[in-house]
């Protein structure tokens, strides 16, 4: 079965503070893709990142850095300098590979960062 | 980019009503689109998987005649939510999938639905 785990449900820091959104995962296969989505107020989910189960090189984007560790099967996002539009839910989510034939997006739980001024 | 539009954004119907949502990829052809919904402060759940020509597939527990999906083309696929009540009352959120990129879903801006 699959399964993702955000164990925190709501992260509240100062603007300029680092945070750490983590994810954990379950699954049997071994081929398989994770993924962080922002849905801010407005409600519409952004695509952050997408990593394949392949590839645990870890990813900077801007402020933004995601940390892949297939060992723990965690997938944790973390955001520096935080920034008051940076306050949305964050989901993280997994598929299995498509060689295993069709599969569902399976979604965490999501977790509320709040950025304050 | 791969856009996807859904439409309306907000509606407000009275009980017993029904109401359709259209989601459309925009730059794209989608051969699976995908329907959720989403309580407030709960996560996305999966109600049916949507293919272009056939018919959907419903996640347990999803009534097939009270969500009828129709995708009818490659940009197109419809929710109707038959003889809305309040309980049905969510935000419902489409996404698609582009050929080439079949693990990545790309989503809609949602759909909020009030049933009075």
């Known amino acids: 079965a699959q399964k993702v785990t955000q164990a925190q449900t709501e992260i509240s820091v100062v603007e300029k503070e680092d945070v750490t959104l983590d994810c954990v995962y379950e699954t049997r296969d071994t081929t398989y893709y994770l993924f962080w989505y922002k849905q801010p107020p407005s409600g519409e989910l952004v695509f952050l990142i997408r990593r394949n189960s392949f590839d645990e090189q870890n990813e900077i984007s801007g402020r933004y850095s995601w940390n892949f560790q297939k060992s723990t099967s965690s997938f944790n996002f973390t955001i520096t300098a935080s920034q008051v539009v940076d306050s949305a839910v964050y989901f993280c989510?997994?598929?299995?590979?498509?060689?295993?034939?069709?599969?569902?997006?399976?979604f965490g739980t999501g977790t509320r960062l709040l950025v304050s001024p | 980019g791969a856009v996807v539009s859904q439409h309306p954004s907000w509606v407000i119907c009275k009980s017993g009503t029904s109401v359709k949502i259209e989601c459309r990829s925009l730059d794209f052809q989608a051969t699976t689109m995908f329907w959720y919904r989403q309580f407030p402060k709960q996560s996305l759940m999966l109600m049916a998987t949507s293919n272009e020509g056939s018919k959907a597939t419903y996640e347990q527990g999803v009534e097939k005649d009270k969500f009828l999906i129709n995708h009818a083309s490659l940009t197109l696929s419809t929710l109707t939510v038959t003889s809305a009540h309040p309980e049905d009352s969510s935000f419902y959120i489409c996404?698609?999938?582009?050929?080439?990129?079949?693990?990545?879903?790309?989503f809609g801006p949602g759909t909020r639905l009030l049933v009075l």
């Open positions: 989510a997994l598929i299995r590979g498509w060689d295993t034939g069709f599969q569902k997006l399976v």
């Open positions: 996404s698609a999938i582009r050929a080439g990129e079949a693990e990545t879903q790309y």
